[in-house]
């Protein structure tokens, strides 16, 4: 199974700051790789696809790169609005398997 | 639109079996694989499989294998997780997931249900 490691655990940032997320993976495949926005008590939501594809209605301060096993998730000027845990996905290789997340939080 | 609506909130007992329920609306539903995927409190998510209603084919991860059936009605265009001899760390929120690519399980997720929570106590 590919495992999946995002870091830093917790991300503190000031409004108005960069958020740049990892996600580091056991073995490399393909750009199939996800990234998921969860917010408490709600289910997750995809945020980019393809590695750097924006899904429908995400604004554009959410950008994704990487190929390999190296993969970012950035987030260009963090608002209140993006505090939230954010989780990696590979669709490459059955199992598809997540990262354990990485929460963002507001200073 | 699509949307994806999960049955209620479960309490079992260990050693026996639940089955959640994911109705779809909003668009074709055989063609597109219904993905289940658990959380645990405080923990990740964990993809648990996949069925592709058109074709018939059911994936399951290796570690559920032999206790997981997922099952999908296309006259009711609901999909159903049975997870049995179920176990105190079973108990987590167990979501149903869509992607927008036809005829594949191995996709990113573009719509979620809201979730099952299944708490495992005696």
Do not use: H
Request: charged fraction near 15%.
């Amino acid at each position: 199974d590919i495992v999946l490691t995002q870091s830093p655990g917790t991300l503190s940032v000031s409004p108005g700051e960069r958020a740049t997320l990892s996600c580091r993976a056991s073995q490399s495949f393909t750009s199939y790789l996800a990234w998921y926005q969860q917010k408490p008590g709600q289910a997750p939501r995809l945020v980019i696809y393809g590695a750097s594809s924006r899904a429908t209605g995400i604004p554009d301060r959410f950008s994704g790169s990487g190929s390999g096993t190296d993969f970012t998730l950035t987030i260009s000027r963090v608002e209140p609005e993006d505090v939230a845990l954010y989780f990696c996905q590979q669709y490459g290789t059955s199992p598809l398997t997540f990262g354990g997340g990485t929460k963002v939080e507001i200073k | 639109q699509v949307q994806l609506v999960q049955s209620g909130a479960e309490v079992k007992k260990p050693g026996s079996s639940v089955k959640v329920s994911c109705e779809a609306s909003g668009g074709s539903f055989s063609r597109y694989a219904i993905t289940w995927v658990r959380q645990a409190p405080g923990q990740g998510l964990e993809w648990m499989g996949a069925i592709i209603p058109v074709f018939g084919r059911v994936y399951y991860a290796q570690k559920f294998q032999g206790r997981v059936t997922i099952t999908a009605d296309d006259i009711t265009n609901t999909a159903y997780m049975e997870l049995g001899s179920l176990r105190s760390e079973d108990s987590a929120v167990y979501y149903c997931a869509r992607g927008d690519d036809p005829g594949d399980y191995a996709i990113n997720y573009d719509y979620w249900g809201q979730g099952t929570q299944v708490t495992v106590s005696s």
